[in-house]
Each structure stands twice: as C-alpha cells, then as structure tokens.
C-alpha cells in the first residue's frame, strides 16, 4: 500500500488519482502559483518573527517573498530561482514534472520582460500552463515536438489574457524555454532569450538561439558576434510570450539521447555571466546531484554581481551528472 | 484618555549601496481632545516657584511684577488642582499653603490666602535652584494625579550651591515632573536655566520687561492644565546591530533626547516626551545607524510609538531604508530632514557665536553669526533674522555678511541665546 503524497490518504499503485484529495498520482511537479506562497518561513538572518507588515523582527528586512528565491528537486530534475542582487522582485519563474512510470520529464523556465507589467505574474501563468500542457499530454503518449507547440501556444494565449486594454504597451509579457524528455528524446522549444545547453562527455552545446534583436543581426552579418554582446539591443527581443507577441509557433529542436548527459534550461541572468558554452562548462560542477549543479550555477551568477533575476533547472538524461 | 497620536515619516528611503545612516523626521500630531477634554483637575499639580533671592530687589519692579504674575498664575489654576508656592533663595521655603510641604486644593478660598501669602513676600538671600527643585520634587510625591508641573522664575545665577550639587538635583527630578523656566532680567544665566529646562521637558525664554510676567505666567499655567495626557514617551525599535546616532525634538523647539534613553525590551529604547495637549504637533529628527543591506533589499530601520504611562501605544510610524544603485534616487534631498538639519545648524552657529563674542575672539563670531544670518535666512526664520539683526549688523543676508555690533543691549544678546532653540516649522508660513 502507498499514500498520497499530498494528503497522506492511502492509494494503491494502480490508482490514477487519490480517492481524498483528487491528486493526480501519474504525475510529481513543482507547485502551482509558485514557490512557497506566500512567504518565507525565516529571514536570511534566522529571524522567524515577522510585525505585520512583514518586517524582521530582529534585522529589520523585509520578510523575503516565498518568489525571492527558491528550489525545488525531484529525481532527475532540480531547479533554482533567485532574485539577484539588484532587481527588487523575482520575475522569473520554473516548474517542473515528472510523469512516473514513463520516464518522462518535462521543464520550463520563463524570464518576465522587465519593462512590462505583472512581469512575475506573467512568466508564473506561462510556466504553469505549459507545464500543464506538456505532462497532460505526455501521460497519453503525445508527440514532444507537437506537445511543445501546443504548451508554447497555450502559455502565450494565458499571458496575453492578463494584458489591460487600456495599457497595451505594456502587456504582461516573457521569454520560454522547455524540455521534454523521454527515454529516447529530448525535445527543446524556445521563444525570446532564455536557453538551454547540453552538457555531455564532449564538452558542451548550446541548443538555442537567442531570439533578440542583436542575434537577429549576427544571423544577417550586419554586426559580429563580439559586437552583439555590447549591442544595446543584445537584450532586445524580437520574440516573446504576451498580448502583443504576434507569435505563431515557438523554435524548437529535438535530439536522441544516446549518452549520460546534463541538460541545462537557464535565464540571462546566469548567461549573461557564461555567454558560451565553454564558459558553462568551466564552472558547472562535476559528480553531484542536479540541485548542487543548480545552486552553483546560480552562485556563480550572483557572485558576478546577480544583476538580474537568475533561473536554473538541471535535468539529468540517462542518469548523467556531467561528468 | 482618548487621545490619538498621528505619526508622519518624512525621508528619503532611499540609501546608495554600503550606506548605513537613515534620517527622517517624525512629525507627531496629538489629536482628540475635543472627545477627551483635559485631564481631570484632580490630577492636575502645579508648583510656582518665585526667586526671592536679595537681588529681586533692584529694580523694585522686579519682585513685584514677581508677585504679580504669581497672583496671576493662581487665578488661572482651576478649582480642584492642587498647588503650592515656593519661594527660593540658597533654601526652599513653602510659603503656601504652610511650611509642612503638603499641596493645597484650588478653591476660592485657598486661591485668595495663596495670594496674600506672595503678597507678602520679602526678597532677601541668595540663590539654590537645586534646594527649589528638590522642595517641589517632596510636594509632587505626594500627589497621586498624573499631571505634574512646575514653573521657575529666577532673576539670578546658581551661586549657592556647586553646579554639581544642581546636576544631581537635576539627574533625580527627572521624568518625576515637568517644568517652565523664566529669566527675569540679564542677570541669569542662558545655559543654566536651559538645562533645567531640557531635563523638566519643558521651555526657557527671557521676560525682558518685567510688565509682561504675568501675562506669560497666566499662559504657561493654562496651558500646563490643558494637557490631555501626561507621561508619554516615544519608543524606537531598531533592527539588531542598530545604533540611534541621535533623536531630537526639533519643533517647536529644540531638545536633544537622545540621552534620556531608557532601554526597555531587546532592540528598543524609550524616551520621555512629557504631557500633550489634546490639539498639538511635535517633530522630531531620528537618525540610526544600522547595518547596510544589499541592493534592492528593504528594512525596517526603526518602529517608532507613542505610549502613555501605562504603555498603551497611542500611534505608531515607520522609517524605512531601501538600498539602491540608483544614484538620482539616493541622492534626492528630503525637505523637512534638510530643513530641521539647518535649523538645529543655526541653533550652534548662534550659540557658539555669541560665546565666541564674549570671549573677544571676533573672527570665529563673525564666522558662526554670519553662518546664522545666512541659515535663518534662508528658512525663512523671520523670528531668528529680526533677533540676530539686534546682535550683528547685516550687509547682506543671502550670503551671511556681517560685521559685529560694538555694542549690543545684554538683553538682546540674552535673548537671541535663548530662542535660538526656537525653530521654524517646515513647510509652515
């Protein structure tokens, strides 16, 4: 006999969802809305008393939102999300799943775009909906590539609901990057800037392409590479999730997994500090669980200065740690 | 006491990265009185202490203006308050209502034996302060009332007693009552009565003509017996690590309470603020040290309260410090902190200046009084400008060029030394 893992109640192993609660049972992901909602437990200090407008009661900071920083790891799959040191909110968002029995594991990472509003409501509706997207349709045995586009359209038509008619210009928008994993395949799919590295015995690949407008420019020859990356419109994107994204389908790419590897989604805020890939593989730490490869990545963002929103999930393929 | 206090917080939150000093003023505002009405006669003390010392002798009109504004200030105390009056001279002698150091209640009986009791006063002796405030110290312990209140008047200098003899006085009469001070004359002395002043919570201002004693006398007992509530101090919080570098009462005038801090829970200090009338506004400048966060990061860096005697919070502020690398953010001058910087400025600048004039070195007086010129001045401290311009001739105010006077009335100098303590509100005509 085994027991749900959200209510406790007992289930048997061939139930699909939980008797008491209606929990699917196929599927462990990371939780709706976020991380830890509100709050935080304790402030960095070790102060657990907070007056009721959320101040320490023993530092004085400001209770840190349950969004400022959080991990979340399940076998196989882990994930880190900082605010930085400079950006005062947390506009970056993750969720992850895992569909037992099948082997399959589906990731997103979306980066809020900063100049426009609800930012983190934004990239938390996109990671929800197409994380939802991606293990709803795995568990039947949908096609990754099809699946992709379908939580990529979905994610973009849920953001593009929160736009205000009367504040189009700044429509509540983001960036997207997932993986979806099954035995054989991985399938990556990408809109704007975030990305996503392969890290295997040959050293390290980088499977996206920035959707900016510097990037644009490289791809025409128009500037250099070197030049793209003091382009005040390296960070500009040219595509994005939101009311006024125009999108018809993400990018997307997929590859058979035949060695023991690390797959890496991230946001700029870790590879603006690692803009290539050698640059990741120098510093990703080798023989250790996805979470520690996650912490350290974003560790090594915040210590260069953690300018902005720093998001990292790590998924294993073929019980791979990158070594 | 249904007094409400409205705490305001003025600053700039905002502190470059690695800074660690968070100013702001605290603007209090007592309201309510009308629900409340002052407190009840009963609990209400006044003690008037009048110099009698040899020297209110000359001019005759000082002991009996004396007098007169002491028969003034019992007319105005209400039926039910308790009193007494002291007369001072290197000792304290009860002279109402009897030599066994008891209060009287206000009646209109004990109202007219009070005053033909100061009419008869004779001055002779010398000058105690220490041995008066003690005298009235023993008759306020007696009252069980929450409200207690004294008024000095002294034509001289403490010369009858060491100024350490007045220091433990004073140390011991703190925070038990509070107290107005008076110079009659120029033969006080500014610093000392200021002091006394400071310690009893209360003002100190010079009474140039000795016609108008009374009238001030009248106004500071009605005033002291229009207070709704007594005993209220303020309490800061402040995070751990934190230092209060200093928290002044700034307006209506100036008092450093920063030494008068009485530790209360873990990260919390208390200072006392004397009593409040039902319609009134202080302001204070707050200023704490704590210890920088990173950027982006917000803190709390001080909960200020008002409590009564009995530790109820009557109102409740915030300061607040956010870090940032946005310098056209931390840069931003707060008006009211910048403001009540210069006054507390032109405060020093006048005092170390007329110290410096009576010691003959003219180029620092010049220096300090042309400084003071210029702050009041610019605050548009029109009370300040009108006083200084007594003291130094003015060439050009904008840029606090002076030139000191030869001479100079005692009475003007004595007088710009005393309301220099006196501020302009911010922002107030």
Not at chain 1, 277 to 290: A, M, Y
């Amino acid at each position: 006999m085994e027991s749900c893992p959200e209510c406790a109640a007992p289930v048997s192993s061939q139930d699909r969802f939980c008797e008491a609660c209606g929990r699917n049972l196929r599927v462990q992901r990371t939780p709706v809305g976020g991380p830890g909602s509100p709050a935080a437990a304790r402030c960095p200090c070790g102060g657990a008393e907070f007056d009721e407008d959320g101040f320490c009661a023993r530092c004085g900071r400001v209770r840190p939102a349950g969004r400022d920083r959080a991990e979340f790891s399940f076998p196989g799959v882990a994930g880190v999300t900082d605010r930085g040191r400079r950006r005062a909110r947390n506009e970056d968002s993750l969720a992850f799943g895992r569909v037992r029995k099948r082997g399959v594991v589906a990731a997103v990472v979306c980066d809020g775009v900063a100049s426009s509003e609800r930012a983190e409501q934004a990239s938390q509706l996109a990671v929800d909906t197409a994380l939802d997207v991606l293990l709803t349709a795995m568990q039947s045995g949908g096609d990754p590539e099809q699946a992709t586009v379908d939580a990529v359209l979905a994610a973009d038509a849920a953001v593009s609901r929160l736009a205000r008619a009367e504040a189009a210009d700044v429509a509540p928008s983001c960036t997207y990057v997932s993986v979806v994993l099954t035995e054989e395949t991985a399938t990556v799919g990408w809109v704007g800037d975030s990305r996503a590295y392969l890290v295997g015995e040959a050293g390290a690949t980088r499977l996206t392409t920035d959707d900016t407008w510097a990037a644009q420019l490289v791809a025409d020859g128009v500037i250099t590479a070197e030049e793209a990356l003091t382009d005040r419109r390296a960070h500009v994107l040219s595509r994005w999730l939101g009311a006024d994204s125009g999108l018809e389908a993400p990018r997307t790419m997929t590859f058979r997994v035949e060695t023991p590897s690390l797959l890496v989604l991230c946001s700029d805020g870790l590879w603006n500090y690692l803009p290539e890939p050698e640059d990741l593989l120098e510093v990703l730490p080798r023989g250790v669980p996805p979470v520690e490869v996650a912490r350290e990545l974003v560790e090594v963002a915040l210590k260069s200065g953690g300018h902005d929103n720093i998001t990292v999930v790590v998924v294993q393929l073929r019980g791979g740690n990158g070594a | 006491m249904a007094l409400e206090f409205g705490v305001e917080v003025y600053q700039n939150e905002y502190l470059p990265e690695g800074s660690a000093d968070v100013d702001a003023i605290v603007t209090v505002t007592a309201s309510g009185a009308e629900k409340s009405g002052p407190v009840a006669a009963g609990d209400v003390a006044q003690v008037l202490i009048v110099d009698t010392s040899g020297s209110m002798r000359y001019p005759p009109t000082k002991l009996a203006a004396a007098k007169q504004a002491t028969a003034a200030a019992i007319d105005t105390l209400r039926d039910g308050v308790s009193f007494a009056v002291v007369a001072g001279t290197e000792r304290a002698r009860v002279v109402y209502p009897d030599a066994r150091e008891a209060l009287t209640v206000a009646n209109d009986r004990t109202r007219a034996a009070a005053k033909r009791a100061v009419e008869r006063l004779r001055a002779d002796g010398g000058t105690a302060m220490g041995q008066w405030l003690t005298t009235a110290d023993r008759l306020f312990a007696r009252h069980t009332g929450s409200l207690k209140h004294a008024i000095l008047l002294t034509d001289g200098q403490n010369q009858h007693e060491t100024p350490e003899q007045l220091t433990r006085v004073l140390e011991q009469v703190g925070g038990r009552f509070t107290g107005d001070c008076r110079g009659v004359g120029t033969d006080w002395q500014v610093g000392e009565l200021r002091r006394i002043a400071e310690v009893l919570l209360g003002t100190v201002d010079i009474v140039v003509d000795p016609a108008d004693l009374a009238e001030d006398f009248r106004s500071m007992t009605s005033s002291a017996m229009d207070k709704a509530v007594a005993g209220v101090s303020l309490r800061l919080w402040t995070p751990e690590n934190a230092e209060v570098l200093f928290l002044k009462q700034v307006s209506p005038q100036l008092v450093d309470l920063t030494g008068k801090r009485v530790a209360g829970a873990p990260r919390t200090g208390d200072y006392p603020t004397g009593a409040w009338a039902g319609a009134e506004s202080r302001d204070y400048h707050l200023c704490v040290r704590v210890r920088p966060a990173g950027v982006g990061d917000r803190m709390l860096a001080s909960r200020v309260s008002l409590l009564d005697a009995a530790g109820t919070v009557l109102g409740q502020g915030r300061v607040l410090a956010v870090w940032t690398d946005d310098t056209a953010l931390s840069t931003r001058l707060n008006a009211e902190v910048a403001h009540y910087t210069g006054q507390a400025e032109l405060a020093s600048a006048i005092q170390e200046g007329l110290e410096a004039r009576k010691v003959g070195d003219v180029e620092t007086a010049t220096a300090k009084l042309g400084r003071a010129v210029k702050l009041a001045h610019e605050s548009g401290n029109a009370d300040t400008s009108r006083l200084l311009a007594k003291v130094v001739d003015v060439e050009d105010a904008p840029t606090g060029t002076i030139k000191l006077r030869a001479r100079v009335a005692d009475e003007d100098e004595m007088t710009l030394d005393t309301r220099s303590t006196v501020t302009k509100r911010v922002g107030k005509g």
